[in-house]
């Protein structure tokens, strides 16, 4: 057999690189002793090689090609490629086995997305795995387990720690994806008064992108990410493993102010320099709330609307329509902002202007 003839003989990828040169030794006649003597190698180790039970190296390779005039490289790929066969196999038992582990994360959620592959089985395992950046279930526990750690005591995350994890990752992925400056703490509190400016705008959509925009100048990665099942998460604030902000904030409820509120709360979390991860739920009780959590609540509360003014409004008790589209405009808020601020401390009932609130929908 020539070197040319070999170059254009593609085998089976399953079979091992010690058959193929078996058959080039019965080809030419040639026994394993006397291959062994030529390579001024052990019998047993040509034995070996032909049986699968060792591999062929580079530098058995060139032997090879020396005392059989066929090219090396023949047989290194025969060798990778059988290698990459049989880690193909058992990648694909360790996906297999993994199936019952990958039913725990949400994963008609992730699909509607366009997270993971419309797949089952091994494939989707597989998609799910690439999906969370981990090469195996065992690799997850491991790199989740502290990132866990970090949480604030959360019945959501307790409840569902597959499903919350995965949406942080989400936010991570999108981090990673797009393009932010470096962080810059004066930037981002110019940025939040721009955002503030832009609640009373329209459409929903546009004001989203300038505001990811002007957060991106600023070194923060800001998102809409839809909320998973279980997850019942308003919104959360992290970090990428190079120190970028990540603000994302769902549409739990689908009310200007729930969200405009969520948004800033979580920059409260960015601007007070609370490293860690947190993720916030809007039905928990103050008891259950950090200092870290009420900090960030007063952020957002004293920003969007300034305390002084807002006392002054509350001591007038006007809270007829007329009376909250004056005072938000006034003070450049979208008016769906006062109302929830108004019902959340219940100066008003929450079935009292509910007119006044904007249904946010996302594309």
Sequence with gaps: ????????????????????????????????????????????????????????????????????????????????????????????????????????FPIRDLKKNGLIEDAKGPDLVASLLRFLGVSSPEGWDRQWASVAASFRASPSFASA?????????????????SEQGPYDELSFRYALREIRSLTRSEPFQLVIEEAQELCAEAGVAFFVCPEFDAT?????????????PIIQVSLRHKTEGSFWFSLFHEAGHVLGKHRGVFVDLDDETDDEESEAEREADQFAQDFL???????????????????VRQYSKEIGIATGILVGRLQHEQLVLFSQLAHLRRTLTWA
């Design 305 to 323: 609307i300034p305390p002084d003014g807002f006392a002054t409004f509350v001591d007038v008790a006007d809270f007829s329509a007329e009376a």
């Design 1 to 104: 057999m020539t070197s040319s003839t070999a170059e254009s003989w593609v085998p089976d990828w399953a079979v091992t690189p010690g058959e193929v040169l078996q058959e080039i030794l019965d080809e030419q006649g040639m026994s394993q002793a006397e291959l062994a003597r030529r390579m001024s190698r052990p019998t047993k180790t040509i034995n070996e090689i032909t049986r699968g039970k060792a591999a062929i190296t580079p530098d058995t390779a060139i032997q090879l090609e020396l005392a059989l005039d066929i090219d090396s490289r023949i047989f290194t790929n025969l060798e990778l490629r059988y290698r990459e066969h049989l880690a193909s196999i058992r990648s694909l038992e360790l996906m297999g086995e993994s199936v019952g582990w990958a039913t725990r």
């Design 161 to 177: 720690p597959e499903s919350v994890a995965a949406w942080l990752r989400w936010g991570e992925r999108l981090a990673i994806q």
């Design 232 to 244: 019942r998460l308003s919104g959360a604030a992290h970090w990428t493993s190079d120190g970028t």
